[in-house]
DNA sequence: TGTTGTTACGGAAAACGTAAATATT
DNA sequence: AATATTTACGTTTTCCGTAACAACA
């Protein structure tokens, strides 16, 4: 039994039982990976792989079983890299974060500076995507965090803590009715909204879950005329007209958005809470939680270690 | 890095950091080990062992983070073979037993010989000793499961689940005083007690500090003359007059001890709970948990390994 | 001075890549 | 026919034991 092996079952499965492809992604020997394979299957004395003929189609029964332990072995052997990175690289090493446009473009420029200047050896990297498939990032180990409003917290197998709150606003033009109404004091309804063409994100993102929520609530149905993943792209078609925007509220600037005026939406869409979620159970080097830290304004490090790594 | 030094690794803690028995106990040569602990050391990056000179003294302060991981590695290989055993060799296999001598003597010997009928292949081994050794050795893996009524429920590290309920009886000769009482229909009393010499269980066993605290949560103090850790000892100087015995029920036989007669003591000491324990997070055989089925009649074994397994 | 850990060295074993053969779709 | 896996085989590397050496207590 060796480590080879049990890199090699691991990557075979995520590579969907392809050895060739396995054996590429380890830079080996597909010979080599074939065998080890099969001499871990005979010392164990069970078949991992169901095969028909020669091909390998799947996990047998035992496979599953061997498979279970085989990955939490990989992972151990991963976070005993990790642990020792820690204190022979000190604060060197990368920091992987996965998050939406949002969060890169309106949250994160306010943290990344300073985590920077106390970690100047730490290498960062931003990765997008959905929700979803920030969450498919950490577990899988290609991030180290992700960033989002959604998903994050029903992710069997991440640890979230609250990261901050924030909440919609609505943006057109100082024309437009809907200004005319705020600035006269009165509150902007659902039904107010419901009236405009609508510019706001796509589905999976930045609360719109809750946007759509509440119009369903109110029994109304928006005239939504383009979803889009970041608030730039809504900004842009407000502004040539498309309809009103949604977006979250840091993606409002004063300054830059100058000729669109913000109308507050929180009572409308409720309060939304960007989580930041990490693999539970895997090791994290320190300068991980210090950004966490620098994220979440009300959590201490202390706190922050014990939620996302309670046994620990 | 190879599995050979997570072994040593964790052997060379194991025997209080002398490399020349962790070589021995690994039946290996010492050089070897040395060797494998260096360069395991030189590919993390950090030094592991804490060293003066040459003599290794403890570990170093990363040394206490990677052996952590060591820990769950090798655990996580030994489940390896486990989880393969359990389909490769179905029902052969050892299952090795840590309980008092209480639980051998008198709770077994029901269950062994339905056990033995089912899985005729697995070799059984009884350990016994005190409630916190048997803890201990579930904890470092040299027993797959401990039956006893202290000390499981609040070890760290151990899964428990209730098995059975028993009480404490007095036992003495038919001419005593107390069982001419107790003849009379009238419950023998705290203080009746506590007017006779009294033979009973050790400190560490067989609910013993139930006795203790009921004479002092009544204002008593017992006359103990003896203490033991079986009941077998206890009804032999029961029996030399030496004093009246408190045992557990099930070991006052009817036929065997009819020179003695029992006083059922329940409304003095309480009724008490034998649980069987299990180390957490550890894989265990199949017919492991069809025996602890076998002892706690009123669990299923679905019921068991949910308590037992819960994130597996 | 005995015990414990490291260095040196050589034979055995294994690991791994290339080439060829074989099976599957 | 093209793709995928196993077998064969030879080189290279690693493993591991013995022997010799060094240092602690």
Redesign the interface.
């Known amino acids: 039994?060796?480590?080879q092996q049990f890199r090699f079952v691991r990557e075979t499965i995520r590579r969907n039982f392809n050895l060739t492809e396995a054996s590429r992604a380890l830079y080996t020997s597909q010979p080599g990976v074939s065998k080890a394979i099969m001499e871990f299957e005979q010392e164990?004395?069970?078949q991992i792989f169901e095969r028909h003929g020669k091909r390998i189609k799947g996990l047998t029964?035992?496979g599953h079983?061997?498979a279970?332990?085989?990955e939490?072995?990989n992972r151990?052997?991963e976070?005993?890299?990790r642990?020792?990175?820690?204190?022979?690289?000190r604060d060197q090493g990368s920091l992987v974060i996965a998050c939406t446009h949002t969060q890169a473009r309106y949250a994160l420029p306010s943290v990344i500076p300073a985590f920077r200047e106390q970690f100047p050896k730490v290498r960062l990297a931003l990765a997008e995507g959905s929700p979803t498939q920030l969450a498919e990032m950490v577990l899988q180990g290609q991030a180290d965090l992700a960033i989002a409003t959604e998903s994050l917290a029903q992710t069997e197998g991440l640890a979230s803590v609250p990261c901050y709150r924030w909440e919609h606003v609505i943006v057109c033009e100082a024309s437009h009715p809907l200004a005319v109404k705020a600035r006269g004091k009165a509150k902007v309804t659902l039904a107010d909204l419901a009236a405009h063409p609508i510019v706001t994100y796509d589905r999976a993102f930045s609360g719109r879950r809750n946007i759509d929520e509440a119009f369903a609530g109110a029994g109304l149905q928006p005239d939504i005329v383009l979803a889009a993943i970041d608030a730039d792209v809504i900004k842009t078609y407000v502004r040539v007209g498309l309809g009103i925007g949604i977006i979250a509220g840091m993606a409002y600037d004063a300054v830059q958005d100058s000729d669109l005026v913000s109308i507050s939406a929180g009572h409308l869409f409720g309060k939304q809470v960007s989580r930041v979620a990490v693999r539970s159970g895997e090791?994290l080097r320190d300068y991980v939680y210090t950004f966490i830290g620098m994220l979440t304004a009300d959590l201490n490090p202390a706190e922050i270690r014990a939620i996302l790594r309670p046994n620990?």
């Open positions: 039994m060796n480590i164990l004395g069970v029964k035992p079983a061997v279970q332990v085989v939490r072995i151990e052997i976070n005993l890299k642990v020792s990175d820690e204190f022979a690289k090791f620990l």
